[in-house]
């Protein structure tokens, strides 16, 4: 798991939480990894509507003694080229 170290404190624990619950394996809304085994997520964060991954996450930060803000993170869909992807977090 890779987070950049410029985004902020807060959301880099949320996100943590929420790779923390992908790789532990939970339903991760029908996404399969790329050929390496990886998942890309987004650093846009979304408020936790329901069981799965983004609760499990929430839970995890929760547990880790701060109170977590939104906690669902979009998927997203694997980079085309190598030098792309600043967007990218895990």
Known sequence: MFLRGDLPVSL?????GFSLALAVGADHVDREPDENGLFYVGTEAGPVCGPGVALLGALMVQRLGRRPGDCDFRLLDPPE??????????
Do not use: F
């Open 12 to 16: 880099r624990v949320d996100l943590l």
């Open 81 to 90: 080229e190598a030098g792309r992807g600043q967007e990218l977090v895990a």
